[in-house]
């Protein structure tokens, strides 16, 4: 069984990964973050179950739902909306970051979560 995860390439994501710099569409990739500022592209990374199972629980689910939307809202706002502390949102947010699920964006002393992630597939062999 594999868990594979689509989502969005950030600007790190192309300064760090040598795989992608070899991407036949690295140039039209950089290109389209200069003149927009978002990147299209996609990639496809596997999860693990556990991530997988943690991600799925009520909080992130309720997290992801509202970073579906797509507003830009500080970890604070996320927060009310959620009824949950600031430090349980963010300890969330920062899990969703180490696995690329979000990009914690600053925008002056704040960080927004950006919602990369566009789709979970599970594979059975």
Same mark, same amino acid.
Request: glycine share 4%; aromatic share 10%.
């Given at each position: 069984m594999r868990i594979v995860m689509r989502?969005? !390439?950030? %600007?790190?994501d192309l300064e760090v990964n040598e795989k992608l710099r070899i991407h036949?569409?690295?140039?039209? !990739?950089?290109k389209e973050y200069e003149e927009e500022g978002e990147i299209a592209a996609n990639v496809?990374?596997?999860l693990s179950p556990e991530v997988l199972r943690r991600l799925m629980s009520k909080r992130m689910v309720e997290i992801l739902e509202i970073l579906?939307?797509?507003? +830009? !809202?500080?970890?604070?706002e996320l927060a009310r909306k959620l009824g949950r502390?600031? %430090?349980?949102?963010?300890?969330? +947010?920062?899990?969703?970051?180490?696995?690329?699920i979000i990009y914690l964006r600053k925008m002056g002393s704040v960080k927004i979560p950006i919602?990369?992630?566009e789709e979970i597939r599970v594979e059975v062999d």
């Open positions: 989502r969005k !390439i950030v %600007p790190e036949p569409q690295y140039g039209m !990739i950089v496809e990374e596997e579906e939307r797509g507003e +830009l !809202i500080n970890i604070s502390s600031i %430090p349980n949102v963010y300890y969330d +947010l920062q899990f969703m970051e180490k696995h690329r919602l990369l992630l």
